[in-house]
DNA sequence: GACGAAATGTAGCACAGGCTACACTTGCAC
DNA sequence: GTGCAAGTGTAGCCTGTGCTACATTTCGTC
């Protein structure tokens, strides 16, 4: 079997970036949580995200090994520069497909939920198109 | 997370679902393999996603775990009622927010892409929205 | 009806991302 | 400066989703 012949293959680009969303999920609740409290603990992140420390902490392992964040034993997570770029890019995306489905007429409730899921597959044309729905409201 | 409080866990439903995810996708271009082709067997699967036969396989003793397909030994791949239901909305939700990209302004290519992404994230009430918006059109 | 190609099945590996249980550090109260 | 709670780290397990390599079955062709 030879499966990666196809080529222009859109399933493959939806399938496999779940490891992209995690980052862009977790360097961004990084961001906030060092904003609002001044440092990030892997205890703030596993509250966050209704998992174990322990989940938290290999996750950490990854980032750090994408270069996404920093860390020392028993110490906060910090975020590298690429870190905080990816968390401002995925921040601002989240923010405006928000605003978008607000804009759309869908509850706040809703579009908190919905917008979460959805930020992550909307790519810049798209993301242009709701940037302009929006301010043309 | 700005435009959004601190809900006890929007998180966790956005986590997890990725199974769901599959089986939706699978159980889609399941109905649509047969539907052109009248049966769906694995590599027509594994060539649509790009993945090895095996991994089709696996996913297929999955789906059928799940009560959504029903195969047998080098036999076909075909739907439960369960499975053709899964289908039906996944891909009446799926229509209509490829529509709706399209309807934002949003091109052709760039639609089919982010519209297989978007799709599984779209609440019920987004998708009502969506819907209203295209037909307003 | 035998053959070979295509399809499917099986074994075994890897990694992500989840967990519990238990060990170890840190830091604050006292 | 000790002790205890909170926070981290480590060990080891599970499932899902991907793979390669190899074995087996099916099926059309002859």
Redesign the pocket.
Known sequence: ????KKQPNRHTRV??D??????EDYVEAIADQIAAAG????????AL???????????????Q??GFVT???????ELTPAGRRLAKTSRRRHEIVHQFLIALGVSEAVADVDSEGIEHHVSPETLAAMKAFVAAQ
Chains 1, 2 share one sequence.
């Open positions: 079997m030879t499966p990666t399938r496999s779940h490891a992209r969303e995690l980052a440092a990030c603990r892997a205890v703030d992140l596993a995200f209704s998992v174990s420390h322990v989940t938290v902490n290999r996750t950490m392992g990854r980032l090994r994408d860390t020392e034993p028993y110490g906060p997570i």
